[in-house]
Structures are given as structure tokens and as C-alpha cells.
């Protein structure tokens, strides 16, 4: 560290016989000598020099680099501040490996050099002086946030450092990470050097004392620094808070952050002398759950205003494996909104309190042009009451996208949608229906076949136990899937494909645009030999499970194939009555006929999901999807469109079919 009072020499100050600085020898007191800004004037030349073998070490960067990616599971897509970055070799090396950083450091001189070594390198690499406690960024705008070297703690007051804690809440996105780098306090408390003096250069040295402050909270230094030519040229004091992990661990929560996280870190030096607050450190990592900021939409356009409704976290959801909303239904939701922000000339108003749905909806009868409803989860958590919500719409006089009630009622019944095919003359499997009350039953049909219930979401129900190859395994699972769904519900016994799994989404409406997304099928390729090939519950609920290993990938269909399906999809869309976006998944039998398995008119929107994925193949971002979905909906409202209204869902159409007849 280097001193506030003490600049960098000219450097022809050494033939001018400028005079060598002066040292105040002897004090009896470090702490009298520290200025509370002490930290404005001292990361200079000096710096680099005292501390270059821990803060100016190509190799010690990229070996920090490495751990950080590591621990904080960067993605390349996501946005890094490298605060308190100094002369940016973070951030500069996070950029060559192709991550999104930018740094800010107070220090005029640091900057300096790291925009110089952008330019040689030919980077384009933002940096920025700054104070970061008055953070010059917008809320909402980072992934990560890097403080690195030991940089927190400076200020004379707990306080000031929690300013910098809820600045870097601000500028992070929900579920957005920060890492701090940390001198462990509580072991420098008691092995801190109190005199020592080491060699930075062949021609320069550094004695360092070091006492506790009054209250015992901060390591006071002092550094003499002296050149073997011109005697001394800095004698400079600091200042830095010692913080334990349980101190960092309260002063995060006071900020809002959880998941707090403590990595030890060796620290790396080629001279391995005085490693002073560098010797023991902490990487301390940390989440941030927090709603979006509000946005404003600039110029004169207005902003359609859309109420989003979604299930309600408060309330179980018996379809989740622990009956209630968890972390990644909480990141799915953040998810969400991100993408629906990214939609030019929107604000949203979110609804997820079921209890007061019905009041805060007729509320917002005439404020707000239509609802986005996402509540898949259905009224109250409760998958049968998936119609309730465009019920309740519809009875308000609210317009909203997707389909209508009776589309609902119609899809969610297995049995009626496999009636209604037949009767189109779409093909569909084999299949035999068991009411609650049946005892005794004839199935019918030859073997493997695969028992789930009639009616549900979510693939409820359906697991890698549903499947029977015999006459007694059929009597068992069904046995067993009642017990699990209960005796009052109807089960639907199926003959189980054995050829390629594929689904089919559409976003759209007949009497308009209409996109038919490219065809996926799922790659069971990672699965055990000895398993079903099916996508049930397991791979959409359970990590641990050998079926969350199930991938999505392109449809390899012959042509003529793929034409069958689509078309067959686009008529049942329309006879469905299904509206705005739906998704149909299909089974291919041994000799690669495809059958339709169902009907999904309410798919999952989440940014991990089929329709997304489907959407990401034809070059639509999750964004995009949501966007095309908001302008199928208007459309079909038949809301004015105004110049260049396709702008929020514009990445299409680098589709595979796009409006076909039946």
C-alpha cells in the first residue's frame, strides 16, 4: 500500500536532484496518523511496487480467475463489475476469456493504466473512476459483482461499508452474485507482523509497523518506503477494518444478500515475504433475492400496461416434489420478468396473492390493457382449477393471452383429446379408460403399456414404475398410481411407444400469424439400459434422478413425417379452440408412425423449458418468445398496432413451417 500524501515523481526527477522525501521517524501512536480518506491519494506507482508480487502477477490473476468462475458459475452471457478493480488485470482477464466485465476503481492513476492496457491489447473494455459507494450504474444491470484484493473495509465506520453492500444490491440483478475477497480479521488479530521490512526491487525497500486501533477493529500500517539512491520516498499511514466471518456474514444479511458461502484462499506470492492483510484471506460469496425495479418507458409512446398473473409461492403446490415454491421456482420467476424488462414499450404489475386475485384484478379493470396469464399452476395452486383464472377474466371483461376456459377443460381431460383426434382422424395410441370406480378391467391391448392419470399437469403421476410388461405388473401399477393420485381420479392405460418422443409448439393463432417452432425430440441416450425411455415426472422434478439427464435436441424427421405432424397439430390447434401459443407432444411407434399423447394448451413458459428451447432453436431468445406471445394475443385482440409493434418479439422467423392448413 502506498501513501495518500505522496504522488508519482516526474521521471526525470531523479537528474533534477529533487529533494527525497522527509519520514516523521519515530511515532507512538500509528493511529493518530491516519487520515479517514486515506485511501484517495494512495494506490499509485508506489503500489504496484509494495504489493506487485500478490496485485501485479499475470499468472496469480489467471490462477484468481480461474477459482472465481469456478465458484461463482459464470456464464459467458452474464454481465461482470470488477469493482475496486484497480489497474483491471480481473477484469481484463475475464475479457479475454470472453466474459462481459467492466471495472471501476477510484484511483485516477489505475484506471489509467488499465485503459492503456485494454488499448495495447485491442479490447473494448469499460472503465470507470468512481466512488463505490455512489455506484454510476443502473439498478439491475449486473450479474456478478467481483471485489477483489482485499479492497473492503477502508472507511472509518461499519456503516460506510455497508453503503458499498447496498449499492452493489442495487446494480445487481435478482439472484445476481457477489464475491468479496476478505482479509480473515480474526487471524490477523492475533498474527499480524507489528515491525518488518522486505525488498520490492533491486534498488527499493519497505518497512512496515503495524498496530491494533484503539477499539481493536482495525490493523493500523504504516509503510517507509526507500530507494537505496535517493533515501525516502514515502512515509505513509493506513488504515483497515478487520472483519471475522461472522461479521461479514451479518453485515451481508443487513444488505439483503443469502446463501452466504465462506472458500478459503491461499494466498500466492513470488517474493513470499510480508504478505501483511494479504496473508489470510476469505472468498465469500453470496445471493441476492430481490424483485426488479420499477422501469420507466421514455419518449412520448405509451407503454401498454399488462398485469401478469402466476401461481401463488404462499400457498402448497402439491405438484412440486416438496409441495411448495423452492428456489428454482423463485429464479424461474426472476427469469421471467428479466425477459419480459428486455420488451420495448411494456411496464408489468405482477399478481401471484391468490387470496385477493378476484379484488386485485377488478382493481385493475380499465388501468390496464390485458393480463399475461402464467398461472399454470391454476387457481390456489390447484391444477383443476387451471380455468378458473380465464373464468375469472372473462366474467371481469379483462382481455388475456392463452386459451380460454373451455379449451382448458377440453386438454385437460386425456381421454376427451384422444376422442376428439380419432374423430379428425389423427392417429393416437392404443388405449384403454379405467374409472375410479373400476375394479375389473380389460386393457386390451398388447404389452409394454404405460398406466397414468386421465386428468393433470405437470407429467403428475407418471414415473418410471408407470410402465407394465405383464398382465401383473398392469394390476400393480395401477394399484400403485391410485394410491398416489387417489381413488377418485380416472386413469388412462396406453400402449407404450417405443419410437423417437417429440413435441411440437406453436405460438400464434389461426386467423393470423401463426409460427410452428422447430420440432424437438428428447435424447434418452445418458439413461441406463434398463430404464423406460419416458419423460415424466422425474425429469422435470428430480436432479438426482437418471432422467434429469434427458435432453432436448432438433427433431430428426423424415420430411414427410414431420408435414403429418405439423399439420395435424395446426388442426387440432384450431379445434381445440387453443389460443396465442400450445404445445403437442407426440410418440413415433416401432416402425416411426407418429400418435398424438396430448395436448398442452397452458405449456410452461419458464426460460428452461420446451417451448423455450424450441423457440432458442429457430433463433428466438426467451425474450423474443414472450414477446411473440404478447403480440399474438394483441392481435387477436385486435389492439392497434402501432409502427413497428413486431419489435418486441421481432427475432423470428427462421422457422421450419410456417401457416399450414389441415
Known amino acids: 500500500m502506498t501513501d495518500e ?27 493518530e496518523h491516519v487520515k479517514s480518506d486515506w485511501w484517495k491519494g494512495i494506490f499509485n506507482r508506489l503500489y504496484l511496487k509494495t504489493d506487485g508480487d500478490v496485485v501485479d502477477d499475470q499468472q496469480i490473476t489467471r490462477s484468481e480467475i480461474d477459482r472465481i468462475t469456478r465458484v461463482l458459475h459464470l456464464q459467458p452471457d452474464e454481465k461482470v463489475l470488477d469493482l475496486c478493480c484497480g489497474q483491471g488485470r480481473h477484469t481484463l482477464e475475464l475479457a479475454r476469456r470472453g466474459y462481459s466485465a467492466e471495472g471501476l476503481d477510484q484511483s485516477h492513476y489505475l484506471i489509467q493504466r488499465a485503459r492503456s492496457t485494454a488499448k495495447k491489447e485491442g479490447m473494448q473494455v469499460r472503465f470507470r473512476e468512481g466512488d463505490a459507494r455512489r455506484l454510476p450504474y443502473r439498478a439491475d444491470t449486473y450479474d456478478a459483482v467481483l471485489v477483489l484484493g482485499n479492497s473492503f473495509g477502508y472507511f472509518d465506520s461499519v ?50 509497523e503495524r498496530s491494533l486501533s484503539l477499539d481493536g477493529q482495525r490493523l493500523i ?41 465462506f472458500h478459503d484462499i491461499a494466498t500466492e506470492s513470488r517474493r513470499n515475504q510480508d504478505l501483511g492483510m494479504m496473508e489470510r484471506r476469505h472468498i465469500v460469496t453470496a445471493v441476492l433475492r430481490k424483485e426488479w425495479s420499477t422501469t420507466k418507458v421514455r419518449g412520448g409512446e405509451r407503454a401498454k400496461h399488462v398485469a401478469v398473473l402466476l401461481g401463488d409461492p404462499t400457498r402448497p403446490d402439491a405438484l412440486k416434489p416438496s409441495c411448495v415454491f423452492d428456489d428454482d421456482d423463485f429464479y424461474t420467476i426472476d427469469q421471467m420478468k428479466a425477459a419480459l424488462r428486455e420488451l420495448k414499450g411494456y411496464r408489468f404489475t405482477y399478481l401471484c396473492k391468490h387470496d385477493t386475485m378476484i379484488q386485485d384484478l377488478a382493481k385493475l379493470k380499465g ?63 392404443d388405449a384403454c379408460f379405467i374409472t375410479p370406480g ?64 417429440i413435441s411440437v409448439g406453436i405460438i400464434g393463432n389461426p386467423s393470423g400469424y401463426c409460427t410452428v417452432l422447430p420440432i424437438t425430440e428428447e435424447d434418452y441416450s445418458a439413461l441406463p439400459p434398463e430404464l423406460p ?25 423424415p420430411e414427410e413425417t414431420e ?3 405439423v399439420r395435424c397439430c395446426l388442426a387440432l390447434f384450431e379445434r381445440l379452440e387453443c389460443r396465442d401459443y400450445c404445445r403437442f407432444d407426440w410418440r413415433l411407434d416401432e416402425h416411426g408412425n407418429p400418435k398424438l399423447l396430448e395436448v398442452n394448451p397452458n405449456p410452461g413458459w419458464c426460460w428452461d423449458g420446451h417451448l423455450a428451447k424450441m423457440a432458442k432453436y429457430a433463433g428466438i431468445s426467451y425474450s423474443g418468445m414472450l414477446g411473440q406471445i404478447l403480440k399474438a394475443a394483441e392481435e387477436r385482440f385486435g389492439m392497434e398496432q402501432e409502427t413497428g409493434a413486431r419489435e418486441a418479439g421481432k427475432e423470428s422467423l427462421p422457422l421450419d413451417i410456417t401457416r399450414e392448413t389441415a
Open 159 to 208: 456503516e460506510e461499508d455497508l453503503r458499498i453492500l447496498m449499492e452493489l444490491r442495487r446494480v445487481l440483478k435478482p439472484w445476481g452474485r457477489v464475491l468479496l475477497d476478505v482479509a480473515d480479521g480474526e487471524y490477523l488479530k492475533d498474527h499480524f507482523q507489528p515491525r518488518s521490512w522486505e525488498w520490492i526491487d533491486p534498488a527499493m525497500f519497505v518497512c512496515r
Open 221 to 261: 500500517s504504516r509503510e517507509v518506503i526507500t530507494d537505496v539512491d535517493r533515501g525516502v520516498v514515502a512515509d505513509q499511514f493506513y488504515a483497515e477494518r478487520l472483519y471475522t466471518a461472522e461479521n461479514l456474514r451479518q453485515l451481508l444479511e443487513r444488505a439483503g444478500f443469502s446463501g452466504i458461502t
Open 367 to 429: 388501468k390496464v390493457d390485458y393480463v399475461l396469464n402464467l398461472c399454470d399452476e391454476g387457481f390456489n395452486n390447484d391444477p383443476r382449477r387451471e380455468l378458473h383464472v380465464p373464468a375469472l377474466l372473462e366474467m371481469l371483461g379483462i382481455p388475456y393471452t392463452g386459451s380460454g376456459p373451455q379449451s382448458l377443460a377440453f386438454c385437460y381431460d386425456k381421454s376427451l383429446v384422444r376422442g376428439v383426434a380419432k374423430e379428425m382422424g389423427i392417429p393416437v395410441p
Open 438 to 501: 373400476d375394479r375389473t378391467y380389460d386393457a386390451g391391448m398388447k404389452l409394454p403399456a404405460i398406466v397414468k392419470p386421465n386428468t393433470g399437469d405437470s407429467s403428475y403421476g407418471i414415473t418410471q414404475k408407470s410402465v407394465a410388461n405383464t398382465l401383473e405388473d398392469l394390476a400393480d401399477v395401477i394399484n400403485s398410481l391410485r394410491a398416489t393420485v387417489g381413488y377418485d381420479h380416472s386413469l388412462l392405460v396406453e400402449e407404450f411407444l417405443t419410437g423417437k418422443d
Open 533 to 557: 425411455r419416458l419423460c415424466g415426472y422425474e425429469a422435470k422434478w428430480l436432479p438426482d434422478s437418471p432422467y434429469w439427464k434427458i435432453v432436448s435436441r432438433p427433431a430428426n424427421l
Open 5 to 31: 500524501t505522496h504522488t508519482d515523481e516526474p521521471p526525470d526527477s531523479r537528474r533534477k536532484g529533487k529533494h527525497q522525501k522527509r519520514t516523521l521517524g519515530p511515532v507512538p501512536d500509528l493511529e
Open 563 to 565: 408435414k403429418v405432424v
